[in-house]
């Protein structure tokens, strides 16, 4: 099945840096990979996702790139501010019939002002 | 319009006992997921359904059985608890594939098995 892993596990900025995630999957037939935001006590959200017909999207200060050669795709914040602090998920979709996602195990991001 | 709601938020068990964890849903979803969250570990998928009447295995569903009676409701159950069993569990919904949105998940139940 599908595998997704995820580095750093944590990751300490000071604001205005920029924060780098990467993932890896196994699954070559993966094609959807979101990014989900979980702050502290509350539930995930998505904030960004890319499909693999795409190399890069970009939103506002985030964005995403993929390298389905590879299979790796990473997430990119700009100018990070004490808001983007919390934990951060990438995820894969492990079939074709896209029935569900298999994520990666976090990254917690702090942002120091 | 309430989106995901997951009862109850907070449960103890002592090891042994049995419990039923019910997520519901106004969205009219299809799919329907359960998720454990524990430090260091993720999300994990538990078990998950894309349809009324339909469930299927995920990563870690040893230990735990679902059903999906109506298209609304999908119930995860614990028939006999371990402290292995102590996390956060989130209930999540989409509309169709995966891909054509985002998952939408409830606010999570936290379940503490002495």
């Known amino acids: 099945g599908e595998n997704v892993e995820q580095h750093p596990s944590t990751l300490s900025v000071q604001e205005g840096d920029s924060a780098v995630i990467k993932c890896t999957y196994s699954?070559?037939?993966?094609?959807?990979f979101p990014w989900y935001k979980q702050e502290l006590g509350k539930r995930p959200q998505l904030i960004i996702d890319?499909?693999?017909?795409?190399g890069e999207k970009k939103d506002q200060r985030i964005a995403v790139t993929l390298n389905k050669t590879a299979k790796h795709f990473s997430l990119h914040i700009t100018e990070t501010q004490p808001e983007d602090s919390a934990v951060y998920f990438c995820?894969?979709?492990?079939?074709?019939?896209?029935?569900?996602?298999?994520f990666g195990k976090g990254t917690t991001l702090s942002v120091s002002s | 319009n309430a989106g995901v709601t997951q009862t109850p938020k907070f449960r103890v068990l002592k090891t042994g006992q049995s419990m039923t964890l019910l997520c519901a849903q106004d969205?009219?979803?299809?799919?329907m997921y359960w998720y454990r969250q524990d430090p260091g570990m993720g999300l994990r998928l538990i078990h998950y359904?894309?349809?009324?009447?339909?469930?299927a295995k995920g990563e870690v569903p040893d230990g735990y059985n679902v059903s999906r009676l109506k298209k609304q409701n999908f119930l995860l159950g614990l028939e006999s608890a371990a402290p292995s069993q102590t996390s956060v569990y989130f209930c999540?919904?989409?509309?169709?594939?995966?891909?054509?949105?985002?998952?939408?998940f409830g606010e999570g139940s936290r379940l503490t098995v002495l």
């Open positions: 969205m009219n979803h299809e799919y």
């Open positions: 359904s894309v349809g009324e009447g339909t469930t």
């Open positions: 699954d070559s037939a993966s094609n959807y």
């Open positions: 890319i499909r693999s017909n795409v």
């Open positions: 995820a894969a979709v492990p079939d074709a019939a896209g029935t569900a996602l298999i």
């Open positions: 999540a919904s989409s509309p169709l594939r995966i891909e054509t949105g985002e998952l939408f």
